[in-house]
């Protein structure tokens, strides 16, 4: 089975820390994803990489960076965090290819105080 | 842009009766088209797909229905239990790895026992 990993499930941060979201995946994917989930909009993409070192900024990149520096690992930062970044962000990845499904990790529930 | 609209945004139902959810989407180009389970607490997970030359694809209690001419796609249950009780997610996709995946904005499910 696929598994995305993500270290850490439950997060609470104040405003203008720094934060980190690491994940990990173990199916030697070439891509993997950040998204966003808020109630009523949806799965929105934040960031992808297709490759190591490698990044594509996807619908909503404001206020976020990404660092994937080994194949399996791919980490969300939150340069200083806000009370708007409050939500659920989950990790994905993927084989390259078209139409390959995504495979997402467990969610990380961020709360910015 | 292009977008993926799903209706209804909650749906309950009576365990054994069926639910249909459906979605739009608005890129001619997209090719590939999976649903996904999302249960409390989880990361959304692949329950079916199809791609563009199928009309419709089943497992099980569940089924997907594609119309290209109309760009509409639609999520079939049958005999429903309360496990199915969760939010699906329909997705369009077009290209490569996934990176255009657009995703609907969800459909919570109730099954009522």
């Known amino acids: 089975d696929v598994k995305v990993t993500q270290s850490s499930r439950y997060l609470v941060k104040r405003t203008g820390e720094k934060v980190f979201l690491e994940c990990v995946q173990d199916?030697?994917?070439?891509?993997m994803f950040w998204y966003r989930q808020d109630p009523g909009l949806g799965l929105r993409l934040i960031y992808f990489?297709?490759?190591?070192?490698?990044?594509e900024k996807g619908d909503i990149p404001e206020g976020y960076s990404v660092s994937r520096e080994k194949k399996e690992r791919f980490s969300l930062i939150l340069e200083s965090a806000s009370t708007n970044q409050t939500s659920m962000y989950l990790c994905?990845?993927?084989?390259?290819?078209?139409?390959?499904?995504?495979?997402f990790g467990e969610g990380s529930w961020l709360t910015v105080v | 842009g292009e977008n993926v609209e799903q209706h209804p945004s909650t749906l309950s139902v009576q365990e054994g009766d069926s639910a249909v959810i459906k979605c739009t989407y608005s890129?001619?180009?997209?090719?590939?088209f999976p649903w996904y389970k999302q249960e409390l607490g989880k990361g959304p997970q692949l329950i079916i797909d199809?791609?563009?030359?199928?009309g419709e694809k089943k497992d099980q209690r569940i089924a997907v229905t594609l119309n290209k001419t109309a760009k509409h796609f639609s999520l079939h249950i049958t005999e429903t239990q309360p496990e199915d009780s969760a939010v699906y997610f329909c997705?369009?996709?077009?290209?490569?790895?996934?990176?255009?995946?657009?995703f609907g904005a969800g459909t919570r499910l109730f099954v009522k026992a």
């Open positions: 994905a990845s993927s084989f390259g290819g078209a139409g390959n499904t995504i495979y």
């Open positions: 199916m030697d994917h070439e891509n």
């Open positions: 990489s297709y490759d190591v070192k490698m990044k």
């Open positions: 890129d001619s180009a997209s090719n590939y």
């Open positions: 199809i791609r563009s030359n199928v």
């Open positions: 997705a369009a996709s077009t290209g490569t790895g996934g990176f255009k995946t657009i």
